[in-house]
């Protein structure tokens, strides 16, 4: 039988913290959790002080919902009907139980970061060292202040890969992330023009990005993009920082883990690609140019800690997106199919000429028109409307029939295409519903994308309330 996640006495001891009252302290603690709306039989759940809500205010509900204890501040009054951990900062504590479960684990750990495909390639890692032992990983985008000490207490002591995902959007918060994850390998998939509105250049953000490295272990592995324009600046830092070995990935020559040929369909792409001296070739079931690119990083980093590169290869060809992060559905009507490519989650340059392209290998027989439905790219400074107008031209080359676009600044795309291309412009998601739904037809296929706080998700909904 496996050891419990926790012990209440290891979880009173590892976050610095006193028993309020008698308890258990042999009791089991089957996870950790800050959201009392998923708290599962047996947690811990942490009560964390948002700019919006404080935890304390759920306790009541998280141990109506089977917590087996919380951990709250001291002086704090709370509805309990369980055991409490008092704690003098219960972020501090959250993040001392992190640092306990990364202690204590003889797993080879990899970090991942970059201005896009974070979540996609931490997802596909998971997948690819599964054959090679017990994996945990962040789960959804759990990459920030509190995110990643959350990942790392839910980390189990027989865990043999550990995977987490690490985010920024400004200078300095990746180092001490990585301080508490403290990686055996660390992946860059690449730097882009992402948070513009905070850094002064891309440089900086490379920078930023090459924070991730000041937390590798002795000798450790850096895997970075050879194809990105701040590859030399990002393998300076690497070695800066100690790294043992760079890996270079891409379609480079000089890569280390090179692609040499990729055949692509609507469904995913058969890849051919070398590995030092391997040749190997392999499926992965998600379409798109970025998602191949990201395998090989994937690829490079499961020979880094010792798993079987065949097996992890293999198992590529089961990958899928996620909700969000172009999840494709079909749906069949009288007339026809309609595609919808829920792309929702976020949106940069860089993604949105990923995303395109993949919209374009999405074979018009069966889809003989393409709209796409666009909102603002959040978080891009002064040079926002200029980023937005320049999706003109992959809009262009991916085929694009119809754009509904909206948003201050996806105005500026929507003026710059030509009359035929435009559909509906609003200054919210919400404003383009009724035109949506009025125009999609049998045979269409249909990308919806934008930033988080462009809302464009309350259009997939719609859409797929619609068709369904």
């Known amino acids: 039988?496996?050891?419990?996640?926790?012990?209440?006495?290891e979880a009173i001891a590892s976050c610095d913290g006193?028993?309020?009252?008698?308890?258990?302290?042999d009791a089991a603690l089957s996870s950790v959790s800050i959201d009392s709306r998923t708290v599962e039989a047996g947690a811990l759940f942490v009560a964390i002080r948002g700019d919006n809500l404080d935890g304390h205010a759920y306790v009541?509900?998280?141990?109506?919902?089977?917590?087996?204890?919380?951990?709250?501040?001291?002086?704090?009054?709370?509805?309990?009907?369980?055991?409490?951990?008092?704690?003098?900062d219960t972020l501090k504590g959250l993040e001392?139980?992190?640092?306990?479960?990364?202690?204590?684990?003889?797993?080879?750990?990899?970090?991942?970061t970059g201005s896009v495909g974070k979540t996609g390639t931490k997802e596909a890692l998971r997948l690819a060292l599964e054959h090679s032992g017990a994996v945990h990983a962040s789960?959804?985008?759990?990459?920030?202040?509190?995110?990643?000490?959350?990942?790392?207490?839910?980390?189990?002591?027989?865990?043999?890969?550990?995977?987490?995902?690490?985010?920024?959007?400004?200078?300095?918060e990746i180092e001490p992330l990585v301080a508490m994850i403290r990686p055996h390998v660390a992946i860059v998939t690449?730097?882009?023009?992402?948070?513009?509105?905070?850094?002064?250049?891309?440089?900086?953000?490379?920078?930023?990005?090459?924070?991730?490295?000041?937390?590798?272990?002795?000798?450790?592995?850096?895997?970075?993009?050879?194809?990105?324009?701040?590859?030399?600046?990002?393998?300076?830092?690497?070695?800066?920082?100690?790294?043992?070995?760079?890996?270079a990935f891409g379609a480079h020559d000089e890569a280390d883990a090179q692609l040499v040929e990729i055949q692509g369909s609507a469904e995913g792409s058969t890849v051919w690609a070398r590995f030092g001296?391997?040749?190997?070739?392999?499926?992965?079931?998600?379409?798109?140019?970025?998602f191949v690119i990201n395998s090989l990083a994937v690829l490079a980093a499961v020979t880094a800690v010792g798993g079987d590169l065949k097996q992890a290869a293999a198992a590529l060809a089961r990958y899928t997106v996620q909700k969000g992060r172009g999840l494709r559905e079909v749906f069949t009507l009288t007339d026809g199919p309609v595609m919808l490519i829920d792309e929702s989650y976020n949106a940069n340059p860089a993604s949105m000429r990923a995303a395109l392209a993949a919209l374009g290998a999405v074979p018009r027989s069966a889809h003989p028109r393409c709209i796409v439905v666009l909102g603002d790219m959040l978080e891009l400074g002064d040079s926002s409307d200029e980023l937005h107008a320049d999706l003109a031209g992959p809009v262009d080359d991916a085929g694009v029939d119809v754009v509904f676009a909206c948003g201050r600044h996806m105005r500026a795309l929507f003026?710059?295409?030509?009359?035929?291309?435009r559909g509906v412009y609003a200054e919210t998601s919400q404003g383009l519903l009724d035109a949506l739904a009025g125009t999609v037809r049998a045979g269409d296929v249909v990308m919806i994308k934008g930033s988080l706080g462009s809302r464009m998700a309350l259009l997939v909904d719609a859409v797929r309330k619609q068709l369904g």
Do not use: C
């Not at 917590?67 to 369980?82: C, F, S």
């Open 415 to 421: 003026d710059a295409l030509p009359g035929e291309r």
């Open 139 to 172: 789960e959804k985008s759990y990459n920030n202040q509190w995110g990643v000490p959350l990942s790392l207490a839910n980390m189990a002591r027989e865990t043999r890969y550990g995977v987490f995902e690490v985010g920024m959007n400004h200078a300095g």
């Open 1 to 9: 039988m496996a050891d419990p996640l926790w012990t209440l006495g």
């Open 277 to 290: 001296g391997e040749a190997i070739k392999y499926r992965i079931g998600a379409p798109g140019r970025h």
């Open 60 to 88: 009541g509900q998280a141990f109506k919902a089977g917590a087996g204890a919380a951990l709250v501040a001291e002086n704090t009054k709370v509805e309990a009907a369980g055991p409490l951990i008092r704690v003098a």
């Open 96 to 112: 001392r139980l992190g640092r306990s479960a990364r202690g204590r684990t003889r797993a080879a750990v990899i970090a991942v």
């Open 190 to 247: 690449t730097v882009e023009p992402v948070h513009l509105e905070f850094f002064g250049s891309v440089a900086q953000i490379a920078e930023a990005k090459a924070e991730i490295f000041t937390g590798l272990e002795s000798g450790g592995t850096a895997i970075i993009n050879r194809d990105n324009p701040h590859f030399g600046l990002l393998a300076r830092r690497a070695r800066e920082a100690g790294a043992g070995r760079v890996i």
């Open 18 to 25: 006193w028993p309020d009252g008698d308890m258990d302290q």
